[in-house]
């Protein structure tokens, strides 16, 4: 299979072109060209990939890169993703998110026999925004609370319009928290890992905040499914645990199983420079129903919280020794 990943820099991708290149398929990944670009997160399969320059927020760009690499599948997974940010760039986070997705998707219908070809859109749990405290099902109204939900939704809706109107064939996927990253620090479990390993000062903002938390090969593995299994073609899947745990409870999580002290932790408060998000739009509860894509893609995490919390420990320890060295 001829696979094209965008945003294959990014966390998801860098983990899924590994996972689709040792399993044997032909890896494209599609890159923004700047002047300093960290190639880190695919260093251990470049030799096995081709990286092709394009930029999904170009039609012409995006066509001319799709049109060269000719993909069976495409997954699609470059986007702008931190949510606080997108307040602060609301006008990037639409172009990136929205324009991005149709480009992509309107590329791969230029290609010849479009209909036996794939597109596998990244959305999120984002994009039921605030909703009661019960599990998010597929079926529930979007009702997104930030710029970056509102692209997602959007991008997310607009794709559902493809499999009807255009006979786009398939799947969105919308996932809980990942975690697992190896050179992101910014976000929640990979912040608390690193900075209490460092014994430095801990801000959880929010520590009532209930997430799902699902490491990233379980992540991986929903792509992988949906991709080789025909009863996934145009549909929508939430990906995730069902298991919910407040931002509290994994601070405290984490303390416990690197020794940090507790009593350190400043509850309540963000870390100074933080990006500033409007109260009103915080989502007190995300916790998927991933009940349709176990039933039918036998889909199931494999990592346990604190087994992947144990894996993510484990590598900052040893990046941190290797760094010291």
Known sequence: MKALVTGILGFVGSNLAERLSNDGNEVYG???????????????????????????TDYASTRNAIKATTPDVIIHLAASSPVRDSFERPFEYQQANVLGTMNVAHSMLELPDPSTRKLFVASTAEVYGLQEDKLLKETFLLKPSSPYAVSKAAADLYIQMMFKAFDLHGSILRPANSY?????????????????????????????????????????????????????DQQIFNVGTGTGVSNREVAELIAGK????????????????????????????????????????????????????????AFFKEHMLAKKA
């Open 30 to 56: 599609l890159i923004r060209r700047v002047a300093s670009r960290n190639m880190d997160p695919v260093s251990k399969i470049m030799k096995d990939i081709t990286l092709i320059s394009g930029d999904v």
């Open 180 to 232: 697992g990253r190896k050179f992101d620090t910014s976000f929640l479990i990979e912040y608390l890992v690193t900075q209490m390993l460092e014994g430095n000062d801990i801000y959880v903002g929010a520590p009532n905040s209930v997430r799902d938390y699902m490491y990233v090969d379980d992540h991986v593995n929903a792509y992988v499914l949906a991709i080789n299994n025909s009863k996934a």
């Open 258 to 313: 690197i020794g940090y002290d507790s009593k350190k932790i400043k509850y309540g408060v963000y870390p100074p420079g933080y990006p500033i998000r409007p109260s009103m739009s915080d989502q007190p509860y995300i916790v998927i129903d991933a009940t349709k894509i176990e039933k039918t893609l036998n889909w199931k995490p494999t990592f346990s919280l604190s087994t992947g919390i144990d894996k993510t420990i």
